[in-house]
């Protein structure tokens, strides 16, 4: 059985302590506030990012991985005595993260190398990690689990909602004019990730109405349920409540939001990933 190394980045939301107890590699993707950069750290680290931008009226960038951070990943990893890698990363249509990734493998002309366009992010994208964590210890080859992981990816759904359309707009996704109507009328947009791509998929009057048009899309039989929040773990804990009655089957856990993913929604913003 080959000694498989497991690589993602930042955006799954993997928990400090979930990845050094199955060493997992995090490349972080990075963000500028405020004139400053900084690499995206784990869930518990980013109450201070969000309460900054909340005291802001500017809008932080964000950009993915060098093709260098990879570099030393894979390099780090073979060192280990590693004797396959395999990265499943942010999809390719929301950051540069897996071209990054992809150049680095080029540059090895390594093909002990795996690389997943997961097409997902946030606790979709954790869920493929912790997928190939456990077939990599039940003994799988690296090609299984490959394989898994481009099926599955392709039958998870994100369905996201904000507090505010504040961040929406400053982020270029409203204009100011839009902004402020869908303020004045109580309207929350429904964001759905699909093929790899934000968009809006509907809007309704009330957050209340969004979350309930959220959980309605959500089939009886699905497997496994992450809330993931912005500085909302209150909102989130009713939501578990109302998903554990509906879904009592169901796993279901809460996760957070870092910078990169959360700072388009905004302090407050809450979303369900499924599969």
Known sequence: MKKIKIITDSTAYITKEYAAENHISIVPLNYYFDDEIEKEGFPGEFQEFFQNIENSKLFPTTSQP???DFLEEFKNAFDEG???????LLSSKLSGTYNSAILAKNILEDERISIVDS?????NLRFLVEDAIKMNKDGKT?????????????K?????TVESLEYLKRGGRLSSFQS??????????????????LNSLEKVRGKKKALNAMIDRIPLETEKISICHVLN??????????????FPRTEISIDELGPVIGCHLGPGG???CFY
Do not use: C, H, W
Request: no cysteine.
């Open 66 to 68: 060098s093709t260098g």
């Open 82 to 88: 590693y004797e396959a890698i395999i990265a499943i």
């Open 119 to 123: 097409l997902q992010s946030a606790s």
């Open 142 to 154: 690296i090609e299984r689990i490959v394989e898994f992981v481009e099926n599955k990816k392709n």
């Open 156 to 160: 998870m759904y994100v369905y996201l």
């Open 180 to 197: 402020m109507v869908g303020s004045v009328l109580n309207i929350k947009p429904i964001i759905e990730l699909k093929d790899g791509v």
């Open 233 to 246: 773990a209150e909102e989130a804990l009713k939501l578990k409540k109302i998903l554990n009655v509906k």
């Open 270 to 272: 809450i979303g369900i």
